[in-house]
């Protein structure tokens, strides 16, 4: 059976009835069980076995807390938003390497931690009006102090698929990947489409093959900044391939003994799989399975 997905399983209550309530969340500040994320900038600080630090809540820390939840122990976990003026970085080569070193469950505590921070550092102003903004609601939105307006931490969906053709899955990969590297396809939905017509869209664009029987298999939160990946299938009705090089340097049809071989690490393998916290390899693992 497939891995467990990665970002998620995150065992903690999202505790939404202490955001709306300013004399419970003053209480869970006040908490002394109460902990806090550390961050560097919003990559995470490895403790000395490799998992996620958290920290007693500083009072001379002056950063607003964002509420996390409450663990299964009861204790409140916060995060605090960046230092003011702070470079963001969506993907830093440290946090990459940091990933493998966190089990499933801090992986989607981080992830989650890691969106909110992000979110609130590229939302200071309104969307509306351009003034500065303002947290609320436990550091779950943004409220505009001039207009009133209010905002809220969005993720972006995006289709990520699996085409098949007699038994071969059809895989991709763009310039900036590592040597031997492929994954499967995927694309932002956009406004006024469904998820099939998505996949049907990106197939086409991409590799110039029309698909039907679009099925669900899976999701996935995706913090890089914030997306949620949407796991697909089709079926291609044509293996001719059209690539738009724009968008991929290579594709190819691979065979379920091509997969096994790329899963199981093989030198001898015709691609190199994607890692085992991306939905692309659930996706082939699935697949096979």
Known sequence: MPLPLGFTGARLDRADRLRTDPEAFAAAIADPRATCLLLDGIDPVPGSGGGLMWEALDPADERALLLLGIDDSGAPRFVREAHGGARVDARSRTVMRLLPMLSPEEAALYGGARSLVDWHARHRFCAVCGSPTELFRGGWGRRCASCGAEHFPRVDPVVIMLAEYEGRVLLGRQPGFPPGFFSA??????????????????????AGIAVSDVSYVASQPWPFPSSLMIGCRAVARDPALTIDTT????????????VRAALAGDMGASFMAPP???????????WVA
């Open 185 to 206: 396809l995927a694309g932002f939905v956009e406004p006024g489409e469904s998820l099939e017509e998505a996949v049907a869209r990106e197939l086409f664009e991409e």
């Open 247 to 258: 968008e991929l340097e290579a594709a190819m049809w691979v065979d379920r003994a091509e």
């Open 276 to 286: 085992p916290l991306a939905i692309a390899r659930y996706l082939l693992e699935d």
